[in-house]
T-cell receptor, first 113, second 112 residues
Framework: GENVEQHPSTLSVQEGDSAVIKCTYS??????FPWYKQELGKRPQLIID?????GEKKDQRIAVTLNKTAKHFSLHITETQPEDSAVYFC????????????FGRGTQLTVWP | DVKVTQSSRYLVKRTGEKVFLECVQD?????MFWYRQDPGLGLRLIYF???????EKGDIPEGYSVSREKKERFSLILESASTNQTSMYLC???????????FGPGTRLTVL
């Protein structure tokens, strides 16, 4: 099955700096790559996703890039703010009807004011 | 607006008890999932279902079973709860890929 690795496990940045979280996957059939943000005590929520026919996608301060050849994708957060502090999960999925997402282990991002 | 609800936010049970966790969704989604979340271990898939009465084992199914008698409801069953099943349990739903997966609010289960 698919194996998703996520790095780093913890990341601390100063407010206003950029943060980058990287994930690799093993199954070349994977074609959908979402990112979830989980604030303390809350449920994970989708913040951005990318499909394999696209190399980059942006939404305001967040962007995701995908390199299918190297089988890796990354989350970029610019101009970080304290409210960006959370655990971020990457995931990968192939297109079967089973619909399973394979998650990375998560990155605890802390943004210091 | 997708709504995924779980029967309890907090639950305390004794070792050996049978425990039922319920998840209900109102979006007519085909796929439903049960995860457990522990510090440092991320989201681990226990079981999932892609249709009524259909189920598939995830990565850590031992000690758990599931039931999906109706499309909107997916139950996780701990036949004989043990202390190592103390955890946060998250339900999720998803329509046919590549649609978004939505999570429920979670149930924090403590087994004494």
């Amino acid at each position: 099955g698919e194996n998703v690795e996520q790095h780093p496990s913890t990341l601390s940045v100063q407010e206003g700096d950029s943060a980058v979280i990287k994930c690799t996957y093993s199954d070349s059939a994977s074609n959908y790559f979402p990112w979830y943000k989980q604030e303390l005590g809350k449920r994970p929520q989708l913040i951005i996703d990318i499909r394999s026919n696209v190399g980059e996608k942006k939404d305001q301060r967040i962007a995701v890039t995908l390199n299918k050849t190297a089988k890796h994708f990354s989350l970029h957060i610019t101009e970080t703010q304290p409210e960006d502090s959370a655990v971020y999960f990457c995931a990968a999925s192939e297109g079967s009807t089973l619909g399973r997402l394979y998650f990375g282990r998560g990155t605890q991002l802390t943004v210091w004011p | 607006d997708v709504k995924v609800t779980q029967s309890s936010r907090y639950l305390v049970k004794r070792t050996g008890e049978k425990v039922f966790l319920e998840c209900v969704q109102d979006m007519d989604h085909e796929n439903m999932f049960w995860y457990r979340q522990d510090p440092g271990l991320g989201l681990r898939l226990i079981y999932f279902s892609y249709d009524v009465k259909m189920k598939e084992k995830g990565d850590i199914p031992e000690g758990y079973s599931v039931s999906r008698e109706k499309k909107e409801r997916f139950s996780l069953i701990l036949e004989s709860a043990s202390t190592n099943q103390t955890s946060m349990y998250l339900c999720a739903t998803r329509n046919l890929p590549p649609d978004t997966q939505y999570f429920g609010p979670g149930t924090r289960l403590t087994v004494l």
